[in-house]
């Protein structure tokens, strides 16, 4: 033979890489997990969680540029590798400020200020910079012009900042929930459809109960018996959304269980864990990632629920949620954009999980 018989995986995935909407969204999705684990890299403002902030520039538009000094700290804190993925103590503070005039020993800077009545002058002087010799050389390297390309929020911190660390809740939210959601229900909805009898009754009243109480009301409760932290809801979204995948699985499994693969399998002494591990659940996953994919954007909306109820991820981290809770009342006013912006982001994450999910649920379809 002069071609090699494909494998079902290699199948799907010359299937799926014809998918175009499919393999953009996948890069999307890649591009905005690059950007939430290097955001700290990327990000202007590269403080712990993004906070550092001055309230003489605060609520700018979006293209805002201004002069920062910046003037080193006496006591240095300590630096390392994992700045790079958590942030790091600011060893210097900032100040916008309007002009300044250099003199033999000191620098005499105009703070920024709306106002032009209002004219605020300080002084650094040169013994606060060790290791130069005159205020020109200071001027060149310590003052330096500084875009906020998405403007600032009502704390005068940089916006973009805070959407590429706030990226790192909404992304992280959406896999944990989901891979939660996976383990819980897959376990419950394998084992009720495949033994059936007293056991699938089990799992659907667990499973009716558990439907019947209204998701954000679950996760509240949820959230204030764990408390309130970062990874509480995490774990309190994974525990909601595990019933849509338990369902699925187990009538799946219900209408596969009887196939004459499975019967072949137990013919042959397999135990039920593989069957239902090996043979069944590689044969269901179809649907089973297209309510995953569903499961991710759900998850994304709670954590977004929550934290406009003070219950998500609590301050100074920021979030994409928690920004949207924070700016909603400016639509109505002339800075829309500081809640629209993480909204448009959460609708581009979503709907790019639901198309590749749709696109892996066609390349995994063995009628196609």
């Not at 890299?41 to 993004?50: F, I, K, T």
């Not at 973009?160 to 939660?180: D, K, N, Q, T």
């Not at 495949?194 to 667990?206: E, H, P, S």
């Amino acid at each position: 033979m002069s071609k090699t018989a494909q494998s079902l995986s290699g199948i799907a995935l010359q299937k799926f890489k014809k998918n175009f909407w499919g393999v953009f969204s996948f890069g999307f999705i890649v591009l905005l997990l690059l950007l939430s684990v290097f955001a700290y890299v990327l990000a202007p403002d590269n403080s712990e969680n993004a906070n550092w902030g001055d309230l003489t520039i605060r609520s700018k538009k979006p293209g805002f540029e201004v002069k920062m000094l910046s003037i080193p700290l006496k006591e240095k804190p300590e630096s390392g590798f994992s700045d790079y993925f958590f942030g790091k103590e600011q060893d210097f503070s900032k100040e916008p400020i309007l002009d300044y005039k250099l003199e033999k020993d000191k620098i005499i800077y105009t703070l920024y200020n709306d106002d032009p009545k209002v004219i605020i002058q300080k002084e650094a002087f040169l013994k606060d910079f060790p290791g130069y010799k005159n205020t020109q050389s200071v001027a060149e390297d310590f003052i330096k012009n500084q875009k906020f390309y998405l403007g600032t929020d009502k704390a005068g911190r940089d916006y973009l900042s805070r959407m590429l660390v706030g990226s790192r809740v909404s992304i992280s939210i959406g896999f944990v929930a989901v891979i939660i959601s996976l383990i819980v229900g897959i376990f419950f909805g394998a084992i009720g459809g495949y033994y059936g009898g007293k056991i699938d009754a089990f799992v659907m009243w667990l499973v009716n109960i558990i439907w019947s109480i209204p998701t954000l009301l679950l996760v509240i409760a949820i959230t204030l018996s764990l408390g309130k932290g970062f990874w509480q809801v995490f774990v309190a979204v994974g525990l909601t959304m595990w019933v849509e995948v338990a369902r699925v699985v187990r009538g799946q499994i219900i209408s596969v269980k009887e196939m004459q693969f499975v019967t072949a399998a137990k013919a042959l002494g397999y135990n039920n864990f593989r069957i239902i591990l090996h043979h069944i659940l590689p044969n269901i996953m179809a649907p089973v990632i297209v309510i995953s994919a569903a499961n991710f954007a759900s998850a994304i909306l709670v954590e977004s629920g929550l934290s406009f109820l003070g219950l998500g991820a609590q301050p100074p981290v920021p979030s994409w949620g928690g920004m949207i809770k924070d700016y909603y009342g400016d639509i109505i006013l002339d800075k829309p954009y500081l809640a629209m912006v993480p909204g448009i982001a959460i609708m581009l994450l979503t709907l790019a999980f639901m198309m590749m999910g749709n696109a892996l649920r066609d390349a995994l379809d063995v009628k196609n």
